[in-house]
């Protein structure tokens, strides 16, 4: 039964995509409290996935969903909203299913000034170099399965047999391992139709079983090998799901902007507008800095010196009289 679930939409449910597009504000507080609010409209069935959650059990946040009709469609909106007086925050990690991401805030003061940094770190799907064919596929906008998922399925099963094995790996269990790699590999890449990916669909247990059998395993091993499956598959799901999700973050910080790698401003906002395509390799860090000069320390600095220039040039005045 495990195996079956490991594989059950493989081939068809990635190649359906909904659309959502999520919205995240913040606002930086110069009392070092930051202002949040995160908004997803689109299809129930998007917005209500696994692929991006909103931040959850944070006391004194609020969270709200309504259906809104236009016209004959339903649109979903979730709203997340609160105060986060930690200056970091992990809301979800980066090797779990749901995209992970994490705040950052650090506040230096001097004297004159006081600087605020800012990042959102969010956790890369390391699409671009675990599965490079699916890479290519996302970016042409080209996601025919029998394309990549040969690729998918073979990279699946050898993080399985990873895990299964990763505390007790020997040369000849890498060896070992690396042959049914090459093995999978190449049964995989034979598959030509649709009609090859229904059949695994249908006989998962028996595929698995029948392509090992060359290799003599262990009779348990197919279905400890879907249990190891699972997580990386709902990551890969995960990852797939976000194909149609766009992101859009505005930031207000205190004071004058002196850094920032943002897409676009307006005015005192810094706006990042991004999606699927940011994600495919490693974290994806948005950055800005900001500084709020004490201009009342600052004034009285320039009063004191230009007191002090006056009085040295009268004593000077005053010895050469």
Same mark, same amino acid.
């Given at each position: 039964?495990?195996?079956?679930?490991?594989m059950?939409?493989l081939p068809?449910?990635f190649?359906?995509? &909904?659309?959502v597009?999520?919205?995240?504000y913040?606002?930086?507080h110069?009392?070092q409290q930051?202002?949040?609010?995160?908004?997803?409209?689109?299809?129930?069935?998007d917005?209500?996935?696994?692929?991006?959650?909103?931040?959850?059990?944070?006391?004194?946040?609020?969270?709200?969903?309504?259906?809104?009709?236009?016209?004959?469609?339903?649109?979903?909106y979730?709203?997340?909203?609160?105060?986060?007086?930690d200056?970091?925050?992990?809301?979800?990690?980066?090797?779990?299913?749901?995209?992970?991401? %994490?705040?950052?805030?650090n506040i230096?003061k001097?004297?004159?000034?006081?600087?605020? /940094?800012?990042?959102?770190?969010?956790?890369?799907?390391?699409?671009?170099t675990?599965?490079p064919?699916?890479?290519?596929?996302?970016?042409s906008?080209k996601? @025919?399965s029998? *394309?990549?998922?040969?690729?998918?399925?073979?990279?699946?099963?050898?993080?399985?047999?990873?895990? +299964?094995?990763?505390? &007790?790996l020997?040369?000849?269990?890498?060896?070992?391992?690396?042959?049914l790699?090459?093995?999978?590999?190449? %049964?995989?890449?034979?598959?030509?139709?649709?009609e090859d990916?229904?059949?695994?669909?249908? *006989?998962?247990?028996?595929?698995i079983t029948?392509?090992?059998?060359?290799? *003599?395993?262990?009779? @348990?091993?197919?279905?400890?090998l879907a249990?190891?499956?699972e997580k990386?598959?709902?990551i890969?799901?995960?990852?797939?799901?976000?194909?149609?999700d &766009?992101?859009?973050?505005?930031?207000?910080?205190?004071? =004058?902007?002196?850094?920032?790698?943002a897409?676009?401003?307006?005015? /005192?906002?810094? +706006?990042?507008?991004?999606?699927?395509d940011?994600?495919?390799? /490693?974290?994806?860090?948005l950055?800005?800095?900001?500084?709020?000069?004490?201009i /009342?320390?600052m =004034?009285?600095?320039?009063?004191?010196?230009g007191?002090?220039?006056?009085?040295?040039i009268? *004593?000077w005045l005053?010895?050469? %009289?």
């Amino acid at each position: 039964m495990a195996l079956k679930k490991i594989m059950l939409y493989l081939p068809i449910i990635f190649m359906v995509f &909904s659309c959502v597009e999520n919205r995240i504000y913040i606002h930086l507080h110069p009392d070092q409290q930051t202002y949040f609010k995160f908004e997803s409209r689109g299809d129930s069935s998007d917005v209500f996935d696994q692929d991006f959650l909103h931040p959850k059990n944070i006391l004194g946040w609020n969270s709200l969903s309504k259906m809104v009709k236009k016209g004959a469609e339903n649109n979903w909106y979730l709203i997340t909203e609160g105060i986060l007086k930690d200056t970091s925050r992990v809301f979800f990690y980066i090797d779990k299913a749901p995209l992970g991401y %994490s705040f950052k805030k650090n506040i230096t003061k001097s004297w004159i000034s006081t600087k605020y /940094d800012f990042k959102l770190i969010f956790s890369g799907r390391r699409i671009k170099t675990e599965y490079p064919i699916l890479h290519e596929a996302i970016l042409s906008e080209k996601m @025919d399965s029998l *394309n990549w998922l040969p690729e998918a399925l073979t990279i699946l099963m050898h993080k399985g047999l990873e895990d +299964i094995v990763q505390d &007790s790996l020997t040369p000849e269990q890498s060896f070992r391992n690396k042959r049914l790699v090459n093995h999978m590999r190449n %049964s995989f890449a034979r598959m030509t139709r649709i009609e090859d990916l229904e059949y695994i669909q249908s *006989n998962r247990e028996k595929f698995i079983t029948d392509l090992l059998k060359p290799f *003599n395993v262990n009779k @348990d091993l197919p279905a400890n090998l879907a249990r190891h499956m699972e997580k990386h598959e709902q990551i890969l799901k995960s990852s797939i799901d976000l194909n149609d999700d &766009s992101f859009l973050i505005k930031l207000l910080m205190p004071g =004058q902007t002196i850094f920032t790698n943002a897409t676009s401003t307006k005015k /005192d906002t810094l +706006i990042w507008n991004f999606g699927l395509d940011s994600l495919l390799a /490693d974290t994806y860090t948005l950055r800005a800095r900001s500084i709020v000069y004490a201009i /009342d320390r600052m =004034q009285n600095i320039l009063i004191s010196v230009g007191i002090l220039l006056l009085l040295l040039i009268g *004593n000077w005045l005053i010895k050469r %009289s």
